[in-house]
């Protein structure tokens, strides 16, 4: 038996508020809400708050130096957000003792966590305010506080600054620390230009015991090769390279030698060889581990694995092979999963959404209706690729949109909806001009986007072609991969409309939602059947136990995006036992969800940061998704309670009159563009329908 699970996410006790209120107009919405957004939570002073309460709930306490320890431990595990926490405590500590020498480490390991997990502005937050503090002996925080500085300037573009701030380090740092910062300078040089220095610098470097370190070290001197446009030497490089011995993980050293031969062959014009090679890449990927690989960062590499994946993309389009392109597009979102997961739970148990296997192309062809059609976008560094498949071909279109003018088109336009903005409608015109009129969709089709990077957070259906809005014209429902498009296709897609709710789950005074017991008691009176759980009711234990045998689950509640890591992306039930109890992103992927059809996740935009050069959103959607779930109804941003009102009741009006859910879908959009004082896209754009876009709701009877 199917389940629909809708879940009404506010983004904090202020931006919610704001979220439920109607507004006459968008800009003035849009403004309510920019003003009501959460302080950003990863301060200095809130990790100190933070630290206080997680020392306290401890029952083994550590002094503040053993918490750092656990922290850096943590961060070279991967696991980002318990490597924070860490740190959290040993800042707490910290000020309770006055140790300006704890602060200094604290903040170090804060700024290198932050670092690895890419967030780049709160790394260079706090490796400046590491630097604010006296340390007993500085070459334990200078060196490595610039050096992260410098990593992330390098990851920026600004190669100029981040060699100066590596130089800093370098005259600042330890004996033990001094290579980490040689190699990281050279391949700053290697960037900037400066092959001659980075040479000179590359053979004063001795080679390292650690052998990751050392395969490392020979990927940059292969790099400074192909810098020198020396493509026939550093082809031999790298082809040596694909048998260094480099212990347990020699697969994945394997994989990026066999990528260094393909940009080699690609140089000196070997078309074919260059293809060869990264086959050769591809086929390493499936069996390197996903894990995190701190030896990147601390050699300044910042290896991205989808690179390997954009470079066949890219070789196999241009070769003419648009199926075989597909097919690599496709393996890379399953790998991103994977390396986004990196084994930390549970994924793929059942034939759920979460399967980390590729679908075939002819599996996905064989399950398309004649009026569906599959658009699958794939954002390389010099255009934009995209395939159209229906049941009987699949067409091939290369936009030429390079990928940093493509995250600057979709933040514009994002920015200009969001913010309620007249201009949206020409940046609408404009993105749909450039996304979908070259596509050749004909109005009636049903359309499943694939989005990649910056398109997972693009409102499709707002974009407009002769002056139509595409939702006018297409009913349109995004997917995460083809292979999640076919798994869902071939679902029994019926549930029944029996209802459990959760609402205003009880946490503390700030956090009331008295208008979401109303949201949800208005909700109950569509469904005969119906159980409700409000305020101290509504618990992550009372889910557990009730989310897998409702067949309609809705919950309305606070949510919070970790940024840092989204597997600690949280919903905010209510407390037990006196203490907080949230639900968090990887306990969802644990649940059994089986039976789930439909969760509805109106939280607000948190966490768009990532989305610019990977393409795995993990977080609510792709973890409800991974435990069984369906299909999904997601907001983009915070919308108005007028909206949502007059939407989500068009949409279960639809259901129940026997349409699917795309069409259901589109029938409340349209419901809320036609009012004109919510035809903005600002109200009526921010639900995208994510998953099973076939899936019905029973009768009553």
Not at 544 to 553: D, H, K
């Amino acid at each position: 038996m199917l389940a629909v699970l809708m879940l009404a996410l506010g983004a904090g006790p202020r931006a919610f508020a704001q979220q439920r209120q109607a507004a006459p107009d968008a800009e003035a919405a849009a403004a309510k809400q920019e003003k009501a957004r959460l302080a950003d939570a990863d301060t200095v002073f809130a990790l100190t708050q933070d630290g206080a309460i997680l020392y306290s709930q401890d029952a083994l306490k550590l002094s503040g130096y053993q918490y750092c320890s656990q922290a850096v431990a943590l961060a070279e595990a991967g696991d980002f957000r318990q490597s924070v926490r860490a740190a959290s405590k040993a800042l707490h500590l910290a000020n309770t003792t006055r140790d300006p020498n704890l602060v200094a480490f604290a903040n170090r390991d804060l700024a290198i966590v932050y670092s690895y997990s890419g967030q780049l502005e709160k790394a260079e937050e706090f490796a400046r305010e590491a630097l604010r503090h006296q340390a007993k002996d500085p070459k334990l925080v200078v060196g490595p506080a610039h050096k992260v500085v410098g990593d992330v300037q390098t990851r920026r573009g600004d190669y100029a600054g981040a060699v100066l701030s590596y130089d800093t380090a370098l005259a600042n740092s330890s004996p033990r620390y001094t290579p980490l910062v040689q190699a990281s300078l050279a391949n700053a040089l290697i960037e900037s230009g400066n092959t001659e220095r980075a040479r000179q610098l590359l053979t004063t470097i001795e080679a390292p015991k650690d052998a990751s370190l050392a395969a490392q070290l020979e990927r940059t001197k292969a790099r400074l090769l192909l810098a020198e446009n020396k493509p026939g030497e550093a082809r031999d490089a790298y082809l040596k390279l694909t048998t260094y011995k480099a212990g347990a993980d020699a697969q994945y050293y394997r994989m990026w030698a066999w990528d260094g031969v393909a940009r080699s062959e690609s140089a000196l014009g070997q078309k074919q060889a260059a293809a060869d090679a990264s086959t050769r890449a591809l086929q390493d990927v499936d069996a390197v581990r996903a894990k995190f690989r701190s030896e990147e960062f601390k050699m300044g590499l910042f290896s991205d694995l989808q690179v390997i994946f954009d470079r066949a993309v890219s070789l196999y389009s241009d070769a003419g092979n648009a199926s075989q392109a597909l097919e690599v597009s496709e393996r890379s979102r399953s790998r991103a999963l994977l390396d986004a997961v990196r084994g930390r739970a549970a994924l793929g148990r059942t034939d759920a959404a979460g399967s980390a296997s590729s679908a075939d192309l002819g599996q996905l062809q064989r399950a398309l209706k004649s009026d569906e059609r599959v658009v699958q976008f794939h954002s390389l560094p010099d255009r934009l690729q995209v395939w159209v498949v229906s049941p009987g071909e699949v067409k091939s279109h290369s936009i030429p949109i390079k990928h940093d003018e493509l995250v600057e088109l979709v933040e514009t336009f994002r920015n200009s909806v969001v913010r309620g903005r007249r201009n949206a409608i020409a940046n609408a015109d404009k993105l749909g001009a450039g996304l979908i009129a070259p596509l050749g969709l004909t109005p009636g089709q049903r359309v499943v986007i694939v989005p990649h990077g910056p398109l997972h957070y693009l409102p499709f259906q707002a974009l407009r072609t002769d002056g139509r809005y595409l939702i006018e014209t297409n009913p349109v429902s995004v997917s995460p991969s083809m292979t999640i498009a076919v798994q869902l296709a071939q679902r029994a897609s019926s549930t029944e409309p029996s209802l459990v709710a959760f609402g205003n789950p009880r946490i503390e005074e700030k956090y009331d939602l008295p208008g979401a017991e109303v949201e949800v008691k208005q909700l109950a009176q569509l469904f005969p059947r119906n159980n409700l759980y409000l305020g101290a009711a509504a618990t992550k234990t009372q889910f557990r136990e009730a989310v897998n045998r409702a067949p309609i689950v809705h919950v309305a509640a606070h949510a919070e995006a970790d940024q840092v890591d989204p597997l600690y992306s949280r919903i905010l039930l209510a407390n037990e036992g006196g203490k907080q109890n949230f639900l968090e992103a990887h306990e969802i992927l644990a649940m059994p969800m089986q039976g789930t059809a439909l969760v509805t996740l109106s939280a607000c935009e948190s966490g768009l940061g990532r989305v610019a050069k990977g393409d795995e959103v993990l977080g609510f959607t792709r973890s409800f998704l991974s435990a069984g779930t369906s299909a999904l109804i997601a907001s983009l941003w915070p919308v108005s309670d007028d909206a949502t009102e007059v939407l989500m009741s068009t949409v279960y009006s639809e259901l129940a009159k026997g349409r699917d859910v795309q069409r259901a879908m589109q029938a409340g959009q349209l419901a809320v563009l036609k009012q004109p004082r919510m035809a903005h896209p600002f109200f009526w754009a921010p639900f995208n329908l994510i998953g099973n876009w076939r899936m019905t709701v029973g009768s009553a009877a």
